[in-house]
């Protein structure tokens, strides 16, 4: 696969992979190619007036194009924040649902969604990771490799309702798990798993070759330089990988419907066999199937708000440390 | 003669190929899984019946198990949410790529990276209860919840899958290209559309195939917005339902191992391989037409 796009199909859920996004060392040698075409009077072009106002016209057309991108990002965060701020409080976080869910708070959601997004990960991340080693440090290129990066690929095509559908069948039925909270978390870390493996292999891609090096003439073995060496240097990188991750499953709703959620339970879990409410799921409900859609609209706001708050959050997080990380090497 | 640490390097090599072999596993698992519980329908209906029968009538008796509609309804929502996922997508990359100043990008990116974290189902709530009444009132239609809703809803789900691949594409396009096309008085426009574009194509297109990819197997937002009607679409505006609102909004009414239920897993089965093709395309599209170097244009 070796360039650059085989890679960047894997993670395309995320977004995360691309390592030199912030980087210095992509933009230092474009700059000079592309300086002054930014914003503000277009450089200096050779040719008629009409290249010029054209490219001046299209240029407008495109910077268009991602404000759109950003004024739909507003408008429904702001939207949500707008409607939502009021019903989010300090009870609505700690309390159960009562009245039959028509009142009351999501504090059973809250819990079940972070047990169901960090159980997925506890699954997916020593797996993806272990993955991303072999493919990065010891796959040579061939048919197997081929096949296990086309298999990743295809993974993260998967639809969640199949994943779901899948879960249901195998995990849920098959295994006599149930509804319950291993069976959402068995199918939400398949379905993480190609986006842990995308980042981690990112990250591997990031330590430099002097590092492997340095560490074989020293004497010491493949795995030891692994070990040692390679996995503590890309930890930080895989790190910000599984928070966007985490992040993922916790918004994920279709692939726990039929294999973890449930409208309602009285006590949160006890143990991993029993069913969980879930954030997403308790939208949906709320939204759709609730016993009074309209009179729970504050409710579902303040739900909404607390699930976008808890991704997003993540999601800065992840960017933020990136940005930091990319400076290291 | 090996020694320990050699057999100890073999075997530890071996249990990586191991884990990284699970993917493959778990594709061919659902895949299994999919066939099991799906294919004992076919043994009710005939499989040309089954993705041609127009009626989807499952609760029905007799029941009818025709996907025609979903299907239909699944490529409509798709194609119409192409038509304004791909223009958006991919000028926001060249946009990104080539316009946008250092700082400009440094706000920009995480903004299409926030898009792609939004969570479907806060996608699928905000299309229900703020851009469905407001079409409903602004085009006097009978429902807010149909097609061009759920299209448009979808559109924005797969933007930032067709933005970032072919951001990438753009980006790696080779310096010397550009170059000599800027040198030779071309403006940065023409030099974009006369050189950039057609050499980053093979890459825009395996985003636009994923970006695609994405809005067939989307489920919260078509359960939500596209409003469920199993017909056949004769306008933009009538209400839908493509093939994963009707999974996972029947899978929990379906008797367990009923008719019923092979039917949606059957209709998960199409799914699936409606998916696995796009992949596999965007895949041979990236393969075919891999740029190596500025020499092999």
Same mark, same amino acid.
């Given at each position: 696969?070796?360039?650059?796009?085989?890679?960047?199909?894997?993670?395309?859920?995320?977004?995360?992979?691309?390592?030199?996004?912030?980087?210095?060392?992509?933009?230092?040698?474009?700059?000079?190619?592309?300086?002054?075409?930014?914003?503000?009077?277009?450089?200096?072009?050779?040719?008629?007036?009409?290249?010029?106002?054209?490219?001046?016209?299209?240029?407008?057309?495109?910077?268009?194009?991602?404000?759109?991108?950003?004024?739909?990002?507003?408008?429904?965060?702001?939207?949500?924040?707008?409607?939502? =701020?009021?019903?989010?409080? =300090?009870?609505?976080?700690?309390? +159960?649902?009562?009245?039959?869910?028509?009142?009351?708070?999501?504090?059973?959601?809250?819990?079940?969604?972070?047990?169901?997004?960090?159980?997925?990960?506890?699954?997916?991340?020593?797996?993806?990771? +272990?993955?991303?080693? @072999?493919?990065?440090? @010891?796959?040579?290129?061939?048919?197997?490799?081929?096949? #296990?990066?086309?298999?990743?690929?295809?993974? +993260? !095509?998967?639809?969640?309702?199949?994943?779901?559908?899948?879960?249901? +069948?195998?995990?849920?039925?098959?295994?006599?798990?149930?509804?319950?909270?291993?069976? !959402?978390?068995?199918?939400?870390?398949?379905?993480?798993?190609?986006?842990?493996?995308?980042?981690?292999?990112?990250?591997?891609?990031?330590?430099?070759?002097?590092?492997?090096?340095?560490?074989?003439?020293?004497?010491?073995?493949? =795995?030891?330089?692994?070990?040692?060496?390679?996995?503590?240097?890309?930890?930080?990188?895989?790190?910000?990988?599984?928070?966007?991750?985490?992040?993922?499953?916790?918004?994920?709703?279709?692939?726990?419907?039929?294999?973890?959620?449930?409208?309602?339970?009285?006590?949160?879990?006890?143990?991993?066999?029993?069913?969980?409410?879930?954030?997403?799921?308790?939208? @949906?409900?709320?939204?759709?199937?609730?016993?009074?859609?309209?009179?729970?609209?504050?409710?579902? @706001?303040?739900?909404?708000?607390?699930?976008?708050?808890?991704?997003?959050?993540?999601?800065?997080?992840? #960017?933020?440390?990136?940005?930091?990380?990319?400076?290291?090497? | 003669?090996?020694?320990?640490?050699?057999?100890?390097?073999?075997?530890?090599?071996?249990?990586?190929?191991?884990?990284?072999?699970?993917?493959?596993?778990?594709?061919?698992?659902?895949?299994?899984?999919?066939?099991?519980?799906?294919?004992?329908?076919?043994?009710?209906?005939?499989?040309?019946?089954?993705?041609?029968?127009? /009626?989807?009538?499952?609760?029905?008796?007799?029941?009818?198990?025709?996907?025609?509609?979903?299907?239909?309804?699944?490529? $409509?929502?798709?194609?119409?949410?192409?038509?304004?996922?791909?223009?958006?997508?991919?000028?926001?990359?060249?946009?990104?790529?080539?316009?946008?100043?250092?700082?400009?990008?440094?706000?920009?990116?995480?903004?299409?990276?926030?898009?792609?974290?939004?969570?479907?189902?806060?996608?699928?709530?905000?299309?229900?209860?703020?851009?469905?009444?407001?079409?409903?009132?602004?085009?006097?239609?009978?429902?807010?919840? /149909?097609?061009? /809703? $759920?299209?448009?809803?979808?559109?924005?789900?797969?933007?930032? %899958?067709?933005?970032?691949?072919?951001?990438?594409?753009?980006?790696?396009?080779?310096?010397?290209?550009?170059?000599?096309?800027? $040198?030779?008085?071309?403006?940065?426009?023409?030099?974009?559309?006369?050189?950039?574009?057609?050499?980053?194509?093979?890459?825009?297109?395996?985003?636009?195939?994923?970006?695609?990819?994405?809005?067939?197997?989307?489920?919260?937002?078509?359960?939500?917005?596209?409003?469920?009607?199993?017909?056949?679409?004769?306008?933009?505006?009538?209400?839908?339902?493509?093939?994963?609102?009707?999974?996972?909004?029947?899978?929990?009414?379906?008797?367990?191992?009923?008719?019923?239920?092979?039917?949606?897993? $059957?209709?998960?089965?199409?799914?699936?391989?409606? %998916?696995?093709?796009? /992949?596999?395309?965007?895949?041979?599209?990236?393969?075919?037409?891999?740029?190596?170097?500025?020499?092999?244009?």
């Amino acid at each position: 696969m070796g360039g650059g796009k085989g890679e960047c199909m894997v993670p395309s859920r995320v977004f995360s992979s691309r390592s030199s996004v912030f980087g210095p060392s992509r933009d230092s040698g474009r700059e000079a190619v592309g300086r002054g075409s930014g914003p503000g009077p277009a450089r200096p072009v050779s040719g008629t007036g009409f290249r010029r106002r054209l490219q001046v016209v299209v240029f407008t057309l495109f910077r268009g194009a991602a404000v759109v991108n950003g004024l739909v990002l507003l408008v429904i965060l702001g939207f949500l924040a707008w409607n939502g =701020w009021r019903s989010v409080s =300090w009870t609505f976080l700690t309390q +159960a649902p009562t009245n039959s869910m028509t009142a009351g708070g999501i504090f059973p959601c809250i819990a079940g969604t972070f047990l169901l997004s960090f159980g997925a990960m506890v699954v997916a991340f020593p797996w993806g990771v +272990a993955s991303a080693v @072999y493919l990065h440090e @010891y796959a040579r290129p061939g048919m197997p490799v081929r096949m #296990i990066r086309l298999g990743v690929t295809n993974l +993260a !095509g998967v639809p969640s309702v199949v994943f779901g559908l899948f879960g249901l +069948a195998l995990f849920v039925t098959w295994m006599g798990l149930g509804v319950s909270v291993l069976a !959402g978390v068995l199918t939400l870390g398949a379905l993480v798993l190609p986006v842990i493996i995308g980042t981690a292999e990112e990250a591997l891609k990031a330590v430099p070759a002097t590092y492997r090096e340095a560490s074989l003439a020293l004497g010491a073995t493949k =795995w030891q330089t692994i070990y040692r060496v390679v996995l503590p240097a890309a930890f930080p990188g895989m790190l910000t990988g599984a928070i966007l991750a985490v992040s993922r499953a916790a918004g994920e709703t279709a692939a726990i419907m039929f294999t973890a959620a449930v409208f309602f339970t009285p006590h949160l879990p006890s143990s991993l066999l029993d069913p969980v409410m879930a954030l997403p799921y308790h939208i @949906y409900v709320l939204a759709t199937a609730g016993t009074n859609i309209e009179a729970t609209r504050p409710l579902q @706001y303040g739900t909404a708000l607390t699930l976008i708050l808890m991704v997003f959050g993540m999601n800065l997080v992840a #960017i933020y440390y990136r940005a930091r990380l990319q400076r290291r090497f | 003669m090996m020694t320990h640490r050699q057999i100890k390097e073999t075997f530890i090599r071996w249990f990586f190929f191991a884990t990284a072999f699970v993917s493959i596993l778990v594709l061919f698992l659902i895949l299994v899984f999919l066939f099991m519980e799906g294919v004992p329908i076919f043994s009710k209906v005939s499989v040309w019946k089954f993705l041609f029968g127009t /009626n989807w009538y499952p609760t029905a008796s007799p029941p009818d198990f025709g996907i025609f509609p979903l299907l239909v309804a699944s490529v $409509a929502v798709t194609t119409f949410s192409a038509l304004i996922s791909i223009p958006l997508g991919v000028m926001t990359a060249i946009y990104l790529a080539e316009i946008a100043s250092a700082r400009m990008r440094e706000i920009a990116k995480p903004v299409v990276e926030l898009l792609a974290a939004l969570p479907s189902v806060v996608i699928g709530f905000f299309g229900m209860v703020v851009m469905a009444p407001f079409l409903q009132d602004y085009l006097e239609i009978p429902t807010g919840l /149909n097609l061009f /809703n $759920a299209s448009l809803m979808l559109a924005f789900m797969s933007v930032p %899958t067709i933005c970032s691949i072919s951001e990438d594409a753009i980006y790696s396009v080779p310096r010397e290209l550009k170059e000599a096309s800027l $040198a030779l008085g071309a403006t940065h426009w023409e030099t974009i559309y006369r050189v950039i574009f057609p050499a980053s194509l093979s890459g825009i297109s395996t985003g636009v195939i994923l970006g695609m990819s994405r809005a067939v197997g989307e489920t919260m937002v078509v359960l939500m917005v596209a409003g469920g009607a199993a017909l056949v679409p004769t306008s933009i505006f009538k209400p839908v339902r493509p093939m994963p609102a009707s999974i996972a909004a029947e899978m929990a009414e379906a008797p367990f191992r009923s008719d019923h239920y092979y039917a949606l897993f $059957a209709t998960g089965i199409v799914l699936f391989l409606f %998916t696995v093709l796009f /992949n596999l395309l965007a895949d041979m599209v990236a393969q075919k037409h891999k740029q190596v170097g500025a020499a092999t244009l």
